[in-house]
């Protein structure tokens, strides 16, 4: 791989012709149509907000270097940004007239407010640039070794720029679109940002069945996202058709996973609907995201519950008695093993070697107090499993 380093540009030659697509939220060019300054595979434009965007300009201001820049060279006198996207997005948004900045009495100037001596100022800013020149896989490994430097990659910002090409694009058009629509109703059970590909890494998650990796690589040259836009499709459909309530507790959920593990159920949401509000307000449920697959499930396994146990206070109590009475009686204080025949039929455990167990299982309406409480030793209280 072959590196240049340029020191005669300045923003004024990189921003000349600087064309910003408000609509995407991207830079796309710039000196004079030499520069892709987005590039398919780059993350979105992530310094729109009145502070890393300002304070780029105020590094200029004040001659702060700005840091290095790195461009791919991609054909005869043409170039990709690799790093450097943000910051030069910044500044030619500044020069169009996209934001403002504040000037020494607190009022917002924007470019072509300020004084013809400033403006120049930040024209005239030289700027320090690498450009590489080489085979694609050794450009890749350049890009995850520089990117470890400044706000690091996203796993899924990496893959896309691995696997550039029009799957990308159109995956990224559809999952990493702020402006679309359905980015609200997906956030109610996505967690992350749109901007740093979590959507898309989601999607891709799911219908790849957690092999993004292959999945990416297997539909590198896909001309169209048809599989993965109706997977995703199917599996929030889903979600909103059988919990029709939104909880907090739902964004983030593994809805992958319970896809393909529950969607071939049939579900009442109206009955869903008043388990879920039953189980929310019970004060025994202590893991509220749990609820989601329990219900799923058939409402069986109350490991996902993590349901509150006896206090201690209680477990001795009834320990005290059960030990009494055993005693008395020549049998052991584990029920369970007093109707056994084995040698454990008489063993008194040690109030550590048991555990507490409800009655009546909790799932089957059992209280967690003193009268539904019974201590089993060890092996028999494991054995019962179900709360
Ligand atoms: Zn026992």
Known sequence: MKTILKTNLTVKDITDGFVYNEYEGKGLFGWSGRLTIQPEYQRNYIYADGKKDVAVIDSILKGYPLGLLYFVKVGEDKYEVLDGQQRITSFGRFITNKFAIKDDNGMEQYFDGLDNEIQDKIYNTPLTIYICEG?????????????????????????NSIYSGKFVTLAREEF??????YIQKWSAYIRGDVNRQDFLETALRWVSKDN??????????????????????????????????????????????LYETYHKNSYNPTDVSNKLSELYSDPFVKDTKGIFEYILGGCKDTKLLNIRLFDENVTRVKYEMQTKNAKEKE?????????????????IWEFKEMDADHVTAWSKGGATDIDNCEMLCQTHNRAKGNR
């Open 135 to 159: 085979e694609e896989p050794e450009i890749k490994k350049w890009f995850e070794i520089i990117n470890i430097a400044g706000v690091p990659l996203k796993n899924q910002e990496l893959l």
């Open 176 to 181: 990493s679109n702020p402006q679309n629509a």
């Open 212 to 257: 993004i990796d292959n999945y990416m690589s297997k539909h590198r040259t896909d001309e169209n996202i048809n599989e993965l836009k109706s997977y995703f499709n199917s599996v929030i459909d889903w979600i909103s058709s059988v919990f029709v309530d939104v909880k907090p507790e739902m964004r983030g959920l593994d809805w992958g996973r």
């Open 331 to 347: 049998i052991s204080n584990c029920p369970l093993c007093a109707i056994g025949d084995n040698n454990n039929k008489t063993r």
